[in-house]
Nanobody, 120 residues
């Protein structure tokens, strides 16, 4: 089994910053993909940022230039640095990972989510 645990969410004023972390643990052989999603009240879950298959990164248009995704492969941890936060960034942020387990099974895992609230 694989667990994803997010941390770093909270309440911040518009223009402020937060750094989210997602730590993966368990029966991991290799993590093939890691992404950050978010879901605002009454809206569908959307992909915020992720690592492209070619090694680069991709971002949804609304966060480009403000958010930065990074990862520490040695720690199986992914980060999302969020700067210049806006009220419309308010959402529950979820970590997603596609993992090949020690049993050589490819599965999709989600964290429990961390709330980010940006006040105006």
């Amino acid at each position: 089994q694989v667990q994803l645990v997010e941390s770093g969410g909270g309440l911040v004023q518009a223009g402020g910053s937060l750094r989210l972390s997602c730590a993966a643990s368990g029966s991991i052989f290799i993590i093939t993909r890691m992404n950050w999603y978010r879901q605002a009240p009454g809206k569908q879950r959307e992909l915020v940022a992720g690592f492209a298959s070619g090694g680069g990164t991709n971002y949804t248009d609304s966060v480009k230039g403000r958010f930065t995704i990074s990862r520490d492969n040695a720690k199986n941890t992914m980060y999302l640095q969020m700067n210049s936060l806006k009220p419309e960034d308010t959402a529950v942020y979820y970590c997603n990972a596609k993992v090949i387990t020690i049993a050589h099974v490819l599965s999709d895992y989600w964290g429990q989510g961390t709330q980010v609230t940006v006040s105006s």
